[in-house]
């Protein structure tokens, strides 16, 4: 059992604790936003905020995740209000097959957190994600967007 | 509409409430009228593709996937096109590969490859829409009692223009779903098109960035369990036997089964439980014979059959042998194009449930009816005791079409917990090592001048593995042998057919073939072809000393179009000035998928000419007619980071007959920082020419024109792909 704060909601799941928090989030939390993509910490889909700070999900265990605050992509928009990076990505027409993207959009709400107006240098050295469908032109843009916004 | 259907309808009932299908078709007499295809909420259906809710909500269907290139949207502007309902009142649904079985196929081909989303369905989309607006019509005339010369028609109203009275399509839908289907179906000219080629949003972004999307990894059906697989990882091996005593004791595990006569998988309630138990079982796998092939072994193999004295001809004209032994003047290359894997973002999956009288799969899919075709075999069942829902798709690139594997091994795993729906996901190492990968090609490339520095011959010798030897045999058999598809790009006229007119010309193919299954990988065998013919070509200029774009304009002069788009980026990025202090340009153009794209390339390259940084490529595509440019622009630079990935940072290896590559680790893909600036330029020619594509074509263009530009910085000829290979990375 482990008591993981995910969205702002305590959640009480039947989890042994050497469990990527990626599978904990997905199967015991029922969130499925945050995607698998590798689980060795090289693609970023399974991004998600802990403690305020963007983590690879797959690698890290649910015993390390206890206590901390915890947030995927469902708990961005508020209601139908979405984020700015959210929004920017829709009005920017970001995502293609969108497998990648809530990784994408947790890792880059983590960036603009720390620096509100990254540089293009800021953006390559932060955003490491992989994209297959190959966004990231339409994903810069909509970086500077948000960080107008 | 007086088409008789005759179809189960328990069939669509039960479709209607199952999850991941929003589609489902119900039919009705009404009392006295003629047949009326119903959706299940009672709508009318107009034909097969347009469904008009009382409410003006206008339900477009589509046979083809969503798997990120935009094709939806883009069939969803042809129909509204036609129809002249309100853009922002249409929602989409696919119906299921059985439903359109089981009406003879209305909805025609699922198969989402070989870009042809669009341009092989164009005609009869547009046709639906045009067909349902004209019985929309019909139907105001009617009430008003005037001819339909009187009305007009927009954004879903019909107006009586004299006396200025209006209907809605939701008003008129249930009178007009009673008419006849016209037999005449005009269309507009595209001159007056309004709304395709208008570069409008995507419809399905919402979903995508709040994480609400359903993909195939993320289904939840009652009652349902999780399986992980472990195949042999040796081509063409088998399961001897496998030892499950520590994995069945695990926590969540339900079952161990053998899938087939080449896998193992474990059920279990989670995902994650599976995996882990899958570790832990023990498998002794036989692995047929094929251990012992290598890298080294295929390289062998292809490099004997660069001159083998047997070789398919897929193109020729004149005597390129003569002529080359009598030329003034031979330059001769050798280049290389790895095994590669799609890798797309997410992972194979697919979700089945069995019972004896009825399979159902729900996958991730680029063609329905080849997965519906998987999953009838794979069960035993008939076609009507089948069915699959499509889910969008997480990435596809031609991992997803014409293989169905995944399908199989979930239908063989449910067949043995009947009732039970599992949902199978490979891992990513499993996705790696089970590819359906880009053929391995070498090419040998001889050019031949006369005394006056004239190209008079070329011959270019490929030698490797056939796609359609492998997933088509029955083509090669028609072909005596051969493989047309290995000559896309370099073919004699058609889609695909080569652009350059040379006095005397061979190109010829000797089949290698290995046992690791060679698949469709975007762009196909334009990836390869591309940097073959045009790094030559400007191996050929620059060994005469003649400028490469004018050395390939002289060649081009009887094909137009191929001229147009390598003019087009030549202009843009200033061929001929000298470019910045530091910077380096190249070209390369190729006709593919009936489509016409070019790139210029600008680069620049550390003093050790390990480091390149592409720092923008200008892209020329003329797909003939532009759906929506907005889209087209994406997938021209997602494109690129495809094949860039591929050029730089990709190859499967093969070493004891398993692919050593297992995860992005070791199978780089480009990150945001090494993404050049793309700018596109979309120059559709029109006219009569058949429609082009647009998700593959210009993946090929921007290899070669990298590595002619680096052979400009550097003076270095790169000729083998991955460039890692060569010690040169992308910054
Ligand atoms: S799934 Fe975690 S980084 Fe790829
Ligand atoms: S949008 Fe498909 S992988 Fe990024």
Not at chain 2, 582 to 589: D, E, K, N, V
Request: net charge neutral.
């Amino acid at each position: 059992m482990a008591k993981l704060t995910i969205n702002g909601r305590v959640h009480d799941l039947d989890v042994d604790p050497q469990t990527p928090l990626l599978w904990a989030i997905r199967e015991q939390a029922g969130l499925t936003g945050t995607k698998y993509g590798c689980g060795i910490a090289q693609c970023g889909a399974c991004t998600v905020h802990m403690g305020g700070e963007a983590v690879r999900s797959c690698t890290v265990f649910v015993e390390d995740a206890v206590g901390k605050e915890i947030t995927t992509i469902e708990g961005l928009a508020q209601g139908a209000t979405l984020t700015k990076v959210q929004q920017a990505w829709v009005d920017h027409d970001v995502p293609q097959c969108g497998y990648c993207q809530a990784g994408m959009i947790m890792a880059v709400s983590a960036l603009l957190k720390a620096k509100p107006k990254p540089t293009d240098a800021d953006i390559d050295e932060a955003i490491t994600n992989i994209c297959r469908c190959g966004t990231f032109q339409q994903v810069r843009e909509a970086i500077h967007a948000a960080a107008k916004a | 509409m007086n088409e008789i259907v005759s179809i189960d309808r328990r069939k669509f009932i039960i479709g209607a409430a199952t999850v991941g299908s929003g589609l489902a078709i119900g039919f009705s007499l009404p009392e006295g009228g003629p047949t009326v295809v119903r959706a299940n909420d009672g709508s009318p259906e107009l034909n097969a593709w347009v469904v008009i809710r009382p409410d003006d909500t206008v339900v477009i269907r589509m046979a083809r996937s969503e798997m990120g290139q935009g094709t939806i949207t883009g069939l969803a502007q042809l129909v509204v096109e036609e129809l002249e309902c309100d853009w922002s009142k249409i929602t989409t649904e696919y119906p299921t590969p059985g439903q359109s079985l089981a009406r003879n196929r209305v909805w025609k081909d699922f198969s989402t490859g070989g870009s042809r989303g669009i341009r092989t369905s164009h005609e009869y989309v547009r046709q639906g829409g045009a067909a349902a607006r004209m019985m929309l019509v019909q139907a105001a005339a009617n009430q008003w009692s005037v001819p339909v010369s009187e009305c007009t028609v927009a954004k879903g109203v019909i107006t009586h223009t004299s006396s200025g009275r209006t209907l809605r399509f939701g008003q008129v839908a249930e009178a007009a779903a009673k008419l006849e289907q016209p037999k005449e179906i005009p269309l507009k000219d595209p001159k007056d098109w309004k709304v395709i080629g208008q570069p409008i949003k995507r419809i399905d972004t919402l979903e995508k960035v709040t994480g609400k999307q359903v993909y195939g990894t993320d289904l939840k059906l009652p009652g349902m369990l999780n399986a992980a697989i472990r195949e042999s990882p040796v081509f063409g091996g088998k399961v001897k036997s496998f030892d499950a005593s520590k994995a069945t004791g695990m926590k969540g595990v339900r079952k161990v089964v053998q899938v087939g006569d080449s896998a193992v998988a474990v059920v279990a309630d989670t995902w994650w439980q599976a995996k882990s138990a899958l570790d832990e079982v023990k498998i002794d796998f036989d692995d047929g014979g094929n251990a012992k092939v290598s890298s080294a072994s295929i390289a062998k193999m292809l490099e004997e059959g660069l001159s083998a004295d047997q070789a398919f001809v897929g193109n020729d004209n004149g005597d390129a042998k003569a002529a080359l032994a009598g030329a003034a003047k031979k330059v001769e290359a050798t280049y290389f194009y790895p095994f590669q894997n799609h890798a797309p973002m997410e992972p194979m999956n697919a979700t089945a449930r069995y019972t004896a009288d009825k399979c159902e799969v729900w996958v991730p899919t680029q063609d329905g009816e080849a997965s519906l075709a998987a999953v009838i075999s794979a069960s035993g069942l008939t076609a009507a005791q089948c069915d699959v829902h499509k889910i969008n798709l997480g990435g596809g690139f031609g991992r997803r079409g014409a293989f169905q594997d995944y399908v199989v091994q979930a239908v063989q795993i449910a067949k043995q917990m009947p009732g039970t729906p599992i949902k199978l996901i490979w891992t990513r190492e499993e996705d790696m090592r089970q590819g359906r990968f880009h053929p391995i090609m070498s090419c040998k490339l001889v050019g031949g001048f006369d005394a006056n520095n004239n190209l008079t011959a070329l011959h270019m010798r490929l030698s490797g593995q056939s796609i359609l030897a492998a997933v088509r045999p029955a083509i090669v058999q028609q072909n005596k042998g051969m493989d047309p598809l290995v000559f896309q790009g370099l073919a004699r006229g058609g889609e695909h057919g080569f652009g350059y007119t040379i006095p005397n010309l061979l190109i010829d193919h000797a089949m290698r073939n290995t046992h690791v299954p060679p698949g469709f990988w975007r762009g196909v065998n334009i990836n390869q072809n591309c940097i073959f013919i045009e790094c030559f070509m400007d191996e050929l200029a620059q060994s005469v000393g003649q400028d490469e774009l004018e050395f390939r304009r002289k060649l081009l002069d009887k094909h137009p179009k191929n001229l147009a788009v390598l003019n087009a980026v030549a202009e843009k990025i200033g061929w001929g000035k000298p470019p910045p202090q530091g910077r380096f340009y190249g070209l390369a153009h190729m006709k593919a998928f009936a489509a016409y794209v070019a790139a210029a390339a600008e680069i620049s390259v550390s003093a050790d000419g390990k480091k390149v940084k592409v720092h923008r490529i200008i892209a020329a595509t003329d797909p003939i007619y532009a759906v929506n440019p907005a889209q087209i622009d994406r997938q021209v630079a997602g494109s690129f980071v495809y094949g860039l990935s591929a050029l730089f940072q990709q190859a499967c290896t093969v070493k004891d007959g398993c692919i050593v590559e297992e995860n992005f680790d070791t199978y780089d893909s480009m990150r945001i920082a090494q993404m050049p600036k793309v700018e596109s330029i979309i120059m559709p020619s029109g006219g009569s020419d058949p429609w082009g594509g647009v998700g593959e074509p210009t993946i090929c263009v921007a290899a070669p024109a990298v590595i002619n530009a680096y052979f400009k910085a550097t003076g270095k000829r790169l000729r083998s792909v991955p460039l890692k290979d060569l010690d040169v990375s992308m910054v």
